[in-house]
């Protein structure tokens, strides 16, 4: 009997060529252990046959029938409209992709099988592009378990990978010799790692059972948690500007000009600050205060000190609007004081990027302000000693890092600055390596928003009711939300609402602003609406977060049910700024369910954005109101943060004991689940 060799490199496996290895390379895998690590995202079911009768929408699932009709649609995309009729029903078939050949193989074939994902469209049943095998006689055998689907990448086709997994899956674990890295107590009650990797890799019978996966959970938020703990005694060992903050003169101007005092939360989330920067390790600070709590003048009050000590401030804004908007609020503020405050945008010219460039790297602009553009690799600092982000509690953790970088020989302090509160599961996950200081009161005076219900149908009495707040000299904001993140669709509706709007209000002034125009013509309408040359400014959510207008009370939100409470509470902040009474219009459209409802009353009943936030927490999930999932950042193979939150405590307990005791197991830890992520390196 021919003896074969274990594999020892990803090389030495079937089905694992050059190519496939870079591939491989590319998802983190470098060893054959790594392998075992690469965890499905989901399963497939492909154990039986449903009936189209019986089978819900959205969950793809395995069908048996005949086609029955196809028919070819021409058009700029053509396609092919299949009927797939099973002893139960029909459903139609959409494929985009096809021959004539292929289509007549369908139609002529005894039996097929499908699987797809049902959705309903124009009242019937449709797939797109499901898989499609065609048989004659005896149906084909089905699969004993439920299918592992993997993440992958292209030039890696998924059976490709599921082979690949299996091959080391049969290997056992006297082979590799996993060790167990979580301490013994734990251990007792849970799972081994190979039986649970094995459990998840092969489900036996349904999906894996809860314990398998949570053991794995368990693991795979430590190793994150310890990264980010890691991160944080790093930091603490490299050198930051010690600046003292007592005596400084700009500080006391500045507050001495303002026309109002400082709120006691403002003024104790200062001195926090102050005593970070105060030391000679960075400051990792995040700064969470509701929206209009006064967090702007926070930051600017922090930058003095280090402005005075010689070193440059960075401030950081998500959109153009809103740092551009900043750059004139600092103008106003620190110019009067002697120091000089540039402006780096995208989209602006060469000649003016040139000199603003110019003038960072030689020192010369001591505040600079921006949006992500600040991170290039071409805006060099001359001596940075603090950088603040505004409004980015999604900033990531390796934009973190990245941040490091920018500091030539000292590391910047950081504070980093939100209105969204951020959960528990996420401050005990994402955040594990910042402190955290909270404006908890807003400005005196301040009367709130009084939000309304309106529906659509009534969009007459509204313009009547903005024409009155005109005459008395108010503004509004009218603002048009899509689902689609699509500048164009955004841009289009918003442009629509426009033109209605000009017609119904002849003899007002209104303007527009969205994600598609070009900047300076974006600014020149902010500017006018901001000096009150424009009564109404119709928008779309560019203007979610930051824009201060006081003089605007008014604010119309259309189709609100599209947005979660967090980001409407975030849009209603921009009017409540000023003396005015103030409303929030939100104006839904006439299918509104019940719940949907109910959920936009908790506006009106509260002007409060933690209650908001934990609100949306409980309908969607942790995941979702982060949108870590879209942001790509400390992504979770297998934990989630819906499913394990009741991890997270004894998580936390664990992370510090190998912090203090086993610096070797955090390593190893972080190496088996994070290890050749390379997104930690690069942003
Ligand atoms: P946010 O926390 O949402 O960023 P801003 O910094 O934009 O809030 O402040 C909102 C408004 O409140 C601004 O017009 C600002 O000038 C004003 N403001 C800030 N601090 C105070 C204060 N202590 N008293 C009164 N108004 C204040
Ligand atoms: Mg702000």
Redesign the pocket.
Known sequence: MPTTKAPERLLDLAGVGPKVEVALNRLGIFELKDLLFHLPARYEDRTQVVKLAEMQLGTPRLLEGEITASQVIPGRRMQAVLTFEDTTGAARIRLFHFSRAYLSTLKSADHVRIFGEARSHQGAIEFVHPEITVFKGVPPALDDTLTPIYPTTEGLTQPRLRNIIQQVLDLGPDYFQLAELLDPATLKQRPSLWDALHAVHRPTKGLPPDADVERLALEELLAHRLLLLSRRADFSRFQAPAVSTDGCATRAQLIQRLP????QA?ARVLSEIDGDVNQPHPMLRLLQ?D???????VAGLAALPLIEAGYQVALMAPTELLSEQHANQFSDWLQPLGISVGWLSGSMKAAPRRAVLEHIASGACQMVIGTHALFQAEVVFNRLGLVIIDEQHRFGVAQRLLLREKGSGLTPHQLIMT?TPIPRTLAMTQYADLDVSVIDAL??GRTPVDTRLVSQGRDQDITERLDAQFSEGGQAYWVCTLIEENDQLQAEAAESRMHKLQTLLPHRRIGLVHGRMHSDEKSHVMQAFSEGALDLLVATTVIEV?V?V?NANIMVIENPERLGLAQLHQLR?RVG?GSRVSFCILLYGDQLSEQAKSRLQLLRETNDGFKLAAADLERRGPGDVSGTRQTGELLFKLADLNHHAHLLDEVATMADTVMRQQPAIRDALIARWIGHQEHFAHV
Do not use: E, I, M, Y
């Open positions: 109002f005092d400082l709120t403002q205060g929206v209009g709590s006064g967090k702007t003048l209105a400005p005196p930051g201060n006081p902040g700024r």
